[in-house]
């Protein structure tokens, strides 16, 4: 059993920047595929960016040039960079894993929706205000 772990939320002002981690209990993580993913109140889960295997990475249009995501195997840990926050970018970030299928084709074009992951952390609460 994968067990997911998000931490790094917290209250920023307009502007600022926030990293996100989001480490994991399994043996190794290196097989699978790590997706963020995001829900304000009142509305759908947003997936905003995930990363392969392989390293493949996508980022949905409205964070594209702000959010960087990143994986350090050896810590069994994936990071989102958050720069340039905005206050629609509040909301609880969650992050996801789901075994990376062969060939790697995962994050190339597109976030995998919720229901194509396994695993789920409990959540994040970023708030961007001034």
């Known amino acids: 059993q994968l067990q997911l772990v998000e931490s790094g939320g917290g209250l920023v002002q307009p502007g600022g920047s926030l990293r996100l981690s989001c480490a994991a209990s399994?043996?190794?993580?290196?097989?699978?595929?790590i997706g963020w993913f995001r829900q304000a109140p009142g509305k759908e889960r947003e997936g905003v960016s995930c990363?392969?295997?392989?390293?493949?990475?996508y980022y949905t249009d409205s964070v594209k040039g702000r959010f960087s995501i990143s994986r350090d195997n050896a810590k069994k840990t994936v990071y989102l960079q958050m720069s340039s926050l905005k206050p629609e970018d509040t909301a609880v970030y969650y992050c996801?894993?789901?075994?990376?299928?062969?060939?790697?084709?995962?994050?190339?074009?597109?976030?995998?929706?919720?229901?194509?992951?396994?695993?789920w952390g409990q959540g994040t609460q970023v708030t961007v205000s001034s």
């Open positions: 990363i392969s295997k392989l390293g493949n990475t």
């Open positions: 996801a894993a789901r075994p990376t299928g062969w060939p790697d084709k995962d994050c190339s074009s597109y976030v995998p929706g919720p229901n194509e992951y396994d695993y």
């Open positions: 399994a043996i190794t993580l290196d097989y699978y595929t």
